[in-house]
């Protein structure tokens, strides 16, 4: 294993001390319990907190700062972050106007963020909680019930952000992020595995010719092993049980997000995003708009997957809303 | 080899299709000649034109739009895109002020860039050029007489942009430039190699705890290969030869740039940047601007390169201004 860190047990802690010195104009930092926020006053705002495993970044700590999330707790390496930073966070982040979670539907995050919302209940502060699984490829897996949450957590997490920052109250943000999961479907493959630090070795091995379809962002088996092959074959397997799923039909329009795990180049996620947009031109959908880029990914896990939302014209304007982030910017 | 590709004769051009797809808002594509472009008129600015071997992205393609580049010119994987190209994008970009040609110093790009701006001239343009060769790894390299550019580019593009979106003339712009590359130095190292999609297997190979220090974007050599190391000593290796070179001393401000070769999650980069600022502070230089990401890499390449520039107030205050582009995006 090599790896750019200090000592095994200091890689999360230390990388987001480095987050938060390079990013000290959006985010602030607690290091006990760990969790990072906004810079700025949550005052008369619904909080938006989200947190998961670390080794998925940009994701959530990138995502924090205007028009997205309020705070992000990292556990360690591919493991649940426990309740005490989410009581902390959802306290740093509380604005009166109570806090929604966004929760990856992971057994141990859907679990810590249950209690951690009965704590803040019982300090006051109101949550509700909206638990993502928009990964077609399998039905149960590793660590969950029913389906993993994967890249629809970041359309999730850039609309229901604008909502809040627009001022919108929980009930109305927490249905505004309901209207993303009914709409957004994901599937990934991999081309090789990712090495979690503590363990010292690759999550799985691929051959020299072989890929992972289906593929969880912690490694979790997909639907099965097979040759490699070309981009445009990969993009068509991966968007058959999306669109699929979906029922995606002509005349509509979708948000598509071509997303790499981490250590693929960006030259090659660009061919594919080119066979999503010719897919789906062929079917007759268009595509709004475009996210192309790493944003949820596996340690330095080669491949990618592919989110697609259908999106009515109210979830494009909040798409296109002012976002501020170390990850996602634009439009102010 | 396995990478997300078609034919590898199509790899460059098949990602130029999907950039130009996904940044429509930003950018416009040429196939023949290959060139991107801004979507937006130039007339009344001076244009700024780089380009190089593909495989770095998202250098340059990625720098394009309001604030940094005005065109970009791809060449095949780390090979020279050729003069033609060059001159069209020169004429696509010609608002009237003349056009910078940002130029990293390899022996090929260099020649082409000569040739093109002397093209240009014959056809009214005027044109001038800088050369950058920002790394202190080594004195001459493979494809290098003195020393390579690297990550000082990216700051130069952003920051000769800034300048020539305000309206300075040709003069100016270059100047401009010319101030950043007095100031900027740079140094990286590699954990693996990469591959070249036309060579089929990894330019070079290190062993499971072997790292080689001033290594170049293209796997040229660099100064040594030695035993991996923790990442505060990575990171002091590098900055070493790069503090030295710069003489930089207390009471400096500086634009300190963690960059990732391709391959390398942010979780580490980020371990990375607490190091380089840790060190910097020790020695009373402030970090004034902070860049933390991968966007000048080696295609899929493990490692990382930091890059240093000694910032006045006006160079700040020109790194600050707006920059809409696929890649950098801040201030409006």
Not at 259 to 281: C, D, F, I, S, W
Request: proline fraction near 4%; charged fraction near 20%.
């Amino acid at each position: 294993m090599k790896k750019i860190m200090n000592a095994v047990a200091d890689i999360v802690r230390e990388s987001c001390e480095g987050f938060a010195l390079a990013h000290a104009d959006l985010v602030r930092l607690s290091t006990d319990p760990l969790f990072l926020c906004r810079a700025d006053s949550m005052s008369g705002r619904v909080g938006l907190l989200s947190g998961g495993g670390s080794g998925h970044e940009p994701l959530h700590s990138g995502f924090i700062g205007r028009g997205m999330l309020s705070a992000a707790c990292p556990g360690e390496v591919f493991t649940s972050p426990v309740p005490d930073q989410m009581l902390a966070a959802t306290k740093a982040i509380s604005g009166g106007k109570g806090v929604l979670y966004i929760v990856k539907n992971y057994t141990g995050d859907v679990m810590n963020f249950e209690l951690a919302a009965e704590l803040a209940a019982a300090e006051g502060i109101e949550v509700q909680s909206v638990v993502i699984g928009d990964d077609v490829a399998v039905e149960d897996s590793t660590w969950t019930a029913g389906r993993r949450g994967v890249g629809g957590t970041v359309l999730l997490e850039k609309i229901a952000g604008a909502a809040a920052e627009a001022g919108a109250d929980l009930a109305e943000v927490k249905k505004v992020a309901e209207g993303v999961m009914e709409n957004v479907r994901s599937m990934g493959l991999a081309l090789t595995g990712a090495t979690v630090p503590a363990a010292g070795k690759p999550n799985f091995v691929l051959a020299d010719d072989e890929m992972e379809l289906g593929i969880g962002i912690h490694g979790e088996p997909g639907r099965e092993r097979t040759a490699m092959k070309s981009a445009d074959e990969l993009v068509d397997a991966l968007l058959g049980p999306i669109i699929g799923d979906l029922g995606l039909g002509r005349g509509e329009e979708v948000i598509a997000f071509t997303n790499g795990m981490g250590g693929t180049p960006l030259l090659e996620l660009y061919v594919a995003h080119r066979q999503v947009v010719k897919h789906l031109e062929g079917l007759g959908v268009r595509v709004a708009r475009h996210l192309v880029g790493n944003f949820i990914t596996s340690l330095e896990m080669q491949g990618m997957s592919i989110t697609l939302m259908r999106a009515s014209a109210e979830q494009l304007r909040l798409w296109d809303a002012p976002v501020v982030t170390p990850a996602l910017r634009w439009g102010a």
